[in-house]
């Protein structure tokens, strides 16, 4: 669904950030911090990093956070009081600044959480969620979104999609309701205006495969040398799960203080010694390469075969920050 | 770097070791940690200032254990770390060969464990000016504001343990983290979590840590969690003196002597 194009000035960009900030709503932004440029809360326009290829960790923590309460427990003399926290009320998210390739995780992420269970934690973050997405008008060596069905101008997981022309001003698409429903509440800001001048705009990211072909030799190679080859100098940590917009797997952990608790669940990584370990001691993932393995399966056979949509969005930032320098590509290109 | 190159393959060609451990430069053009196992496959190595993964940490993974013996190429701080790790009994003489780096980038041999020592006795660690200058700072700051400054730097930290997966010394097959009956430590990344982890790996490594800063450059969010234990090395050498790993001493913190001039240890 597009709902059409407008354009809008810098100045009016900012007032638009305070807009949505003065209607109460929790804003996430690129910002520096420390040494890095991450997706944080951000309070002023100004906060605002100006100069980022992609935030060194994802965005998925505005719908799926590091940890999150599923439950909190009391035992009292009437019985065992549960505290749910799915009727409390959620906050509205702006996510301000994700590249398309953050936009569109969104879609496996929901995949996962809203398909064969419904995730109420999930639902309820995603359902107060705005996305407001900038194309790339640049890439590096990592990006890849372009073999898997993105693109540095895609509109795919996003509310509005900007891009930034030549002439200075942006391009605003309308791509959801969401969307639709935020320029009219702030039409003074945008301008009817046409699609013209956004190819030029774009990054020019290289295909470096064909996703179908890969999910196909993929259905062959469970047994092969590569994996522990390709995974050789991993050093079993969780970098590319956690930096990574898609990944959603979870540990479930209890923190218990006397006759009370809480239950969370936890982000896991299919790169720790403890992923699938089984209570007998067995594991069936039980070295680096096996859960390499897993990692590339995942992505690009398990669930494209199940829902069409590879779980991988191209950002690269496995390859970026990976402690060992592994890249996925190197991976992905061999098979 | 010939010389490199000429020895690892030699090595390689006798069966002398079965892998080289060393740098070479991956499709991104960026230098990582390669695994030679042929002769021929020792063109690939590399060396220069950019090889700054600490590659000891692959000497006690059972992946590359499984490789058979290994060389390792070792310039200063992946030297520290062998040191450390056979003075903790993790290595023991004959498990695999050195091919030592000097500061100029020159091909060093070593006959045992005890020459890399005493070549390390000419080359002690030193906390640079900058991170003295850092620590000091951070030590005078009121207590409220010092608890301010580690609150910002840690709480970003998701726990995605790479500073524990790139340490030589964080060798441990199950870590206290992963112990849940009883839960020493909080799984989740939230703030008490995420300072308690940090808190108790400085403490861990207290003594024995040898300021690779390979915790440091593994951080995906680039926190400088190396302060704590830059911070510890300093406390050490000035109540200690010469710090820095040992086989011919014991270890500074986990070993004592009845005769020590402090009278609380009697």
Redesign the interface.
Known sequence: MQTGNYSINEPSMSKLFDNLAEKGKTMYAPKNRGERILFQKVEKFGEIAGDYLLTANSAKEVVFPRYEKVFSYKKTQDGILINDPTGNPFPEVVLWGSRPCDAAAFIPMTNTFEKDYIDNLYVKRRKNLLVLSFSCNTCDEFCFCTSVNGGPGNTAGSDILFTRLQTGDFLAEIITEKGKKVVEENSSLFEASTAEGKEQSLAKVEPRFNQDEIQAKLQELFENPLWAEKSRACLGCGTCAYICPVCSCFDIQDEAHGSQGTRLRCWDSCGFSLFTLHTSGHNPRPDQGTRWRQRILHKFRYMPDKSKIAGCVGCGRCSRSCPAGINILDTVTAL | MNELIKKAASLLEANEVQVVIGYGL???K??????VTTPAGCEQLMFDNRCI?NLA??LT????RKLGKPAIVAPLPVLRSIVQLVAEQQLTEGDLVVLGIDPDGKLLEFSSFKAIESFLSDHKIVIEEKYLKKIEEIKNMPVGERFAYWVE?LE?C?????C???CPLCYC?RCTI?N?QP?WI?????LQ?NLEWHVMRAMHLAGRCTDCE?CY????????IHLLNKSLIQDLSESFGDYGPKISEPNMLSSFDPDDKESFIR
Do not use: D, M, W
């Open positions: 991956g499709s991104a960026r230098p990582q940690a390669i695994f993964q940490v692959y993974k059972q992946e590359i730097l970003p998701f726990k995605c343990y790479a524990r997966a790139a097959t992963e849940n839960q909080p799984v989740a990344s939230h979590g390979a450059h593994a951080c995906p969010l680039g926190i400088p």
